[in-house]
């Protein structure tokens, strides 16, 4: 993912909805780059090779994919200095 640009903000697990659920937030400066990076992200030969070695491993770890837009509100505080 750093290879394509993706800033990760922050990466959480749960349980909470009876399963696991791993959550990322990423930042793109805009939705063309976004875009852009998903693209080229999945079709890179080193990712299609990890989920290829993993799901034979261990069967397939994705069971859905959810993918939010989320825009700053006028009102969002400051960013925090907490890291």
Do not use: C, H
């Not at 976004?34 to 030969?45: E, G, M």
């Not at 009102?75 to 925090?80: D, E, F, G, L, N």
């Amino acid at each position: 993912m750093k290879r394509y640009g993706f800033d990760i903000v922050f990466t959480s697990e749960t349980t909470s909805m009876g399963g696991p659920e791993f959550v990322y937030l990423l930042r793109w400066p805009d939705d063309q780059v976004r875009t852009k990076a998903w693209k080229a992200f999945l079709a890179d030969p080193d990712w299609i090779a990890i989920k290829k070695t993993t799901a034979a491993k261990y069967g397939d770890l994705v069971e859905d994919v959810q993918d939010r837009q989320l825009q700053l509100t006028p009102y969002t505080p400051a960013a925090s200095t907490v890291p």
